[in-house]
């Protein structure tokens, strides 16, 4: 990924600027990152060399409160990637209300290239690298692509040490072993999954078994992909990194789910058809659900998407300039910043678990992610009503309204007025 990413970021905080009540303290304070970290980590590899990797930790902004964001472990890692999902997480935190503000951490690395033992010290290394600027109250991080509640552990024992300590509100999406909170592993599909029956009503009323195509078959896609299964949806198409998977009839998602699990493909899957990887984004479905990195649908592919509604599952998976050529051919498009926010809500109920020392069950994380997810799809929905906006400008205009009050309360600027200064 290049700069480009963060400035195609930008756009979409800009165009919804002229509909937003911002002040200027607040929008100069958005234009850049509060603070950027990069550190290398060396790694003793099984063959007994040592390789070192380059690793960040982003803070876009912690006006809210600590800011808060996954670790990435993905060959694509760069700086301006981790930046702008810091930016991401920014808006993603202001929108559901969480008193966070956005960060992000990653490492350019292909995990799968690393036994188990090599991804440990890497995941140890990276924490004891960046332990000075993480913590309950400064920095809270958590899982994202290719991180897992195994990987959270490992890390929270590595601060612990540093610490000479426990501090398990320093990082969320941990084993519940070491304590994790009941449904954080799925918040991020359950969270979509609420948004979606939301807007069903309005987007999708006509019909009664919606059709979906989900591209990637990771932990968020799919989860969402079974989940919609069970609602009652067709899913006709699943991709991951190695196949598309197509059925017209609704493919038998149990049966994928099982088939990655044992091989850790889709390839040669038990059911459906292969079909080309981009021929998955032009099929005509109610629902097309980008669920796997940022730039999927773009300026050179969106023209053949025939989708009613996109959902935005992964972070940034549609550019601003695919966001223009959907948006005149009618389709619809709820954004990644409300949509993928289940993640960070759970998170954010593990934070407050830890630290008052309380444990969380099932049905009230269950109960409160719905209650959070239904009442912010509401709002967002709202604003968009009554000031004719698309949901990803009301989304934006909503969150910014947000962080702008809680900037003018840190500031000067608007307490006293010209005459008084
Ligand atoms: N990586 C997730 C996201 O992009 C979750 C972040 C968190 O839980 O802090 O929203």
């Given at each position: 990924?290049?700069?480009?990413?963060?400035?195609?970021?930008?756009?979409?905080?800009?165009?919804?600027?002229?509909?937003?009540?911002?002040?200027?303290?607040?929008?100069?304070?958005?234009?850049?990152?509060?603070?950027?970290?990069?550190?290398?980590?060396?790694?003793?590899?099984?063959?007994?060399?040592?390789?070192?990797?380059?690793?960040?930790?982003?803070?876009?902004?912690?006006?809210?409160?600590?800011?808060?964001?996954?670790?990435?472990?993905?060959?694509?890692?760069?700086?301006?990637?981790?930046?702008?999902?810091?930016?991401?997480?920014?808006?993603?935190?202001?929108?559901?209300?969480?008193?966070?503000?956005?960060?992000?951490?990653?490492?350019?690395?292909?995990?799968?290239?690393?036994?188990?033992?090599?991804?440990?010290?890497?995941?140890?290394?990276?924490?004891?690298?960046?332990?000075?600027?993480?913590?309950?109250?400064?920095?809270?991080?958590?899982?994202?692509?290719?991180?897992?509640?195994?990987?959270?552990?490992?890390?929270?024992?590595?601060?612990?040490?540093?610490?000479?300590?426990?501090?398990?509100?320093?990082?969320?999406?941990?084993?519940?072993?070491?304590?994790?909170?009941?449904?954080?592993?799925?918040?991020?599909?359950?969270?979509?999954?609420?948004?979606?029956?939301?807007?069903?009503?309005?987007?999708?009323?006509?019909?009664?078994?919606?059709?979906?195509?989900?591209?990637?078959?990771?932990?968020?896609?799919?989860?969402?992909?079974?989940?919609?299964?069970?609602?009652?949806?067709?899913?006709?198409?699943?991709?991951?990194?190695?196949?598309?998977?197509?059925?017209?009839?609704?493919?038998?998602?149990?049966?994928?789910?099982?088939?990655?699990?044992?091989?850790?493909?889709?390839?040669?899957?038990?059911?459906?058809?292969?079909?080309?990887?981009?021929?998955?984004?032009?099929?005509?479905?109610?629902?097309?659900?980008?669920?796997?990195?940022?730039?999927?649908?773009?300026?050179?592919?969106?023209?053949?998407?025939?989708?009613?509604?996109?959902?935005?599952?992964?972070?940034?998976?549609?550019?601003?300039?695919?966001?223009?050529?959907?948006?005149?051919?009618?389709?619809?498009?709820?954004?990644?910043?409300?949509?993928?926010?289940?993640?960070?809500?759970v998170s954010w109920f593990e934070w407050i678990a830890n630290r008052t020392g309380d444990r969380w069950s099932a049905e009230e994380v269950a109960r409160r992610l719905e209650e959070r997810m239904v009442t912010e799809t509401a709002a967002v929905v709202a604003v968009a009503d009554e000031r004719d906006l698309p949901l990803r400008t009301a989304a934006y205009v909503h969150a910014i309204e947000r962080l702008s009050r809680s900037m003018d309360a840190t500031g000067t600027s608007t307490l006293f007025s010209?005459?008084?200064?």
């Amino acid at each position: 990924m290049t700069d480009d990413l963060l400035e195609d970021a930008i756009v979409r905080f800009e165009e919804a600027l002229p509909h937003a009540a911002l002040s200027e303290d607040a929008r100069e304070r958005l234009s850049r990152p509060a603070s950027s970290l990069k550190v290398s980590i060396p790694v003793r590899m099984d063959d007994g060399s040592l390789e070192t990797f380059a690793g960040y930790r982003m803070r876009y902004d912690d006006t809210r409160g600590p800011a808060k964001g996954g670790i990435r472990f993905h060959p694509g890692v760069t700086a301006a990637e981790v930046t702008t999902l810091a930016f991401w997480m920014t808006f993603k935190t202001a929108l559901m209300d969480l008193p966070f503000g956005g960060g992000k951490g990653g490492v350019a690395v292909d995990p799968k290239r690393l036994s188990p033992a090599e991804l440990e010290r890497l995941s140890r290394g990276y924490i004891a690298a960046i332990a000075d600027v993480i913590g309950p109250d400064v920095d809270v991080p958590a899982p994202d692509v290719a991180t897992n509640e195994l990987v959270m552990g490992w890390m929270a024992h590595e601060f612990a040490k540093i610490h000479r300590g426990h501090q398990p509100a320093v990082l969320t999406g941990k084993p519940q072993a070491l304590g994790g909170i009941p449904g954080r592993a799925s918040a991020t599909s359950d969270g979509a999954f609420h948004v979606i029956r939301t807007v069903q009503p309005r987007m999708l009323d006509d019909v009664e078994h919606p059709s979906a195509a989900i591209q990637g078959f990771g932990n968020a896609g799919a989860q969402l992909a079974g989940r919609l299964a069970d609602a009652g949806w067709r899913v006709v198409a699943v991709s991951d990194s190695s196949a598309a998977i197509h059925d017209p009839a609704g493919l038998d998602v149990g049966a994928l789910v099982d088939h990655k699990a044992d091989t850790g493909a889709l390839t040669d899957a038990p059911v459906g058809e292969e079909i080309a990887a981009e021929d998955l984004l032009a099929l005509e479905v109610d629902a097309l659900i980008p669920s796997a990195l940022e730039g999927a649908i773009n300026g050179d592919n969106a023209e053949s998407v025939r989708a009613r509604v996109v959902f935005e599952v992964a972070n940034g998976p549609v550019t601003a300039a695919a966001d223009r050529i959907l948006d005149e051919a009618g389709v619809q498009l709820v954004p990644d910043i409300l949509v993928n926010a289940g993640g960070v809500t759970v998170s954010w109920f593990e934070w407050i678990a830890n630290r008052t020392g309380d444990r969380w069950s099932a049905e009230e994380v269950a109960r409160r992610l719905e209650e959070r997810m239904v009442t912010e799809t509401a709002a967002v929905v709202a604003v968009a009503d009554e000031r004719d906006l698309p949901l990803r400008t009301a989304a934006y205009v909503h969150a910014i309204e947000r962080l702008s009050r809680s900037m003018d309360a840190t500031g000067t600027s608007t307490l006293f007025s010209d005459a008084e200064r």
